[in-house]
């Protein structure tokens, strides 16, 4: 019959409004972060500071700190490191850093990963309520835009590229960091992802 809907019909148009979703929200977050890193010498705002629910909870228990970091492909981790090895200077390494992010780095959004990630200090009770619960719903609000985002909660290992893109993001802005902390990441469910607009 002409017009009549398949299974397959179905999941590819799931599959492009999940897509559009994503892509939606990284436009906005991509936008959020470079006025940041251009007005405000990179300081997190409202937008960068979801609210995060834990599965079982029904309080939030709080903001936590968030970092996008692009795809392997497009990564600028190898100079972030090179930037933070070649000096003790901390100024020096966020100037360095803001001249980086202030011009092109955040102007395509395809080129991010959807993960975000938040850092924790070495045996964070927070940390590991998180990572016990394994889901929970990170809550975004800035500009009269809201994004409810339910999200898979996981321990990021020391090889895996967002945690060194994490990392040595952090330690540009952070000159005391730890070699030791937790690095989280968090998966996003666009199938059951809200905004408003």
Request: charged share 25%.
């Amino acid at each position: 019959m002409v017009g009549k809907l398949t299974k397959s019909n179905n999941v590819v148009a799931l599959e492009t409004a999940q897509k559009k979703m994503s892509l939606a929200f990284l436009g906005w977050q991509c936008r959020i972060r470079q006025l940041s890193a251009r007005r405000n010498e990179g300081k997190p705002s409202a937008a960068m500071l979801p609210d995060l629910t834990l599965r079982e909870e029904s309080e939030s228990l709080g903001a936590i700190i968030t970092v996008m970091s692009k795809l392997p492909h497009f990564s600028r981790t190898l100079e972030l490191k090179h930037i933070y090895q070649k000096t003790n200077d901390p100024k020096e390494r966020r100037d360095d850093a803001l001249k980086i992010i202030q011009e092109m780095y955040y102007q395509i959004p395809e080129e991010f990963s959807d993960v975000l990630t938040a850092t924790f200090a070495p045996g964070s009770e927070g940390a590991e309520a998180m990572l016990h619960a394994g889901f929970g719903r990170l809550d975004f609000e800035e500009f009269r835009q809201t994004y409810s985002i339910p999200v898979r909660i996981a321990r990021l290992t020391p090889n895996d590229p967002l945690y060194q893109a994490t990392y040595w993001h952090n330690a540009m802005f952070n000159p005391s960091i730890d070699p030791n902390l937790t690095i989280i990441g968090f998966q996003p469910d666009w199938s059951t992802t809200t905004s408003n607009p």
